[in-house]
C-alpha cells in the first residue's frame, strides 16, 4: 500500500516563503510523474506543478517563476518550494504520484497566505 504524507503548510505573509514536502511509503516503481495540486475554498482542485519521471516540470502560470517543484529519490520525498506568496495561493495543497497504473494522493496541508 502506498502512503503520502504532506507537510510545511501553515500561515506565511504576503511575499513569504514555504517549502512543502511530500514523503511516499510503500511500492512505488514506473513512475509516470509525481505533482502538486491544490484546492481553496469554494474552487476546484487545479495541478500547481508537475515532474514527470523523465524529469521534465510543469507549472500553473499563476505560479511560474515562483514556486518549483523538486525530488529526492533517495527519501522517496517531493517537494514545492513556494516563494513571493501571495493571498490568493491560500489553498489545501495536495501531492499526488502517478505509477504503472495507479495513483495516489497525499492528505492534504494548509497553506494560508495573510497578513
Known amino acids: 500500500q502506498v502512503q503520502l504524507v504532506e507537510s510545511g503548510g501553515g500561515l506565511v505573509q504576503p511575499g513569504g516563503s514555504l517549502r512543502l514536502s511530500c514523503l511516499a511509503s510503500?511500492?512505488?516503481?514506473?513512475?509516470?510523474?509525481m505533482g502538486w495540486y491544490r484546492q481553496a475554498p469554494g474552487k476546484q482542485r487545479e495541478l500547481v506543478a508537475v515532474?514527470?519521471?523523465?524529469?521534465?516540470?510543469d507549472y500553473a502560470d499563476s505560479v511560474k517563476g515562483r514556486f518549483t517543484i523538486s525530488r529526492d529519490a533517495t527519501k522517496n520525498t517531493i517537494f514545492l518550494q513556494m516563494n513571493s506568496l501571495k493571498p490568493e495561493d491560500t489553498a489545501v495543497y495536495y501531492c499526488?504520484?502517478?505509477?504503472?497504473?495507479?495513483?495516489?494522493w497525499g492528505q492534504g496541508t494548509q497553506v494560508t497566505v495573510s497578513s
Open positions: 510503500g511500492n512505488i516503481f514506473s513512475i509516470n510523474d
Open positions: 515532474l514527470s519521471g523523465r524529469g521534465s516540470t
Open positions: 499526488r504520484i502517478s505509477w504503472a497504473q495507479y495513483a495516489s
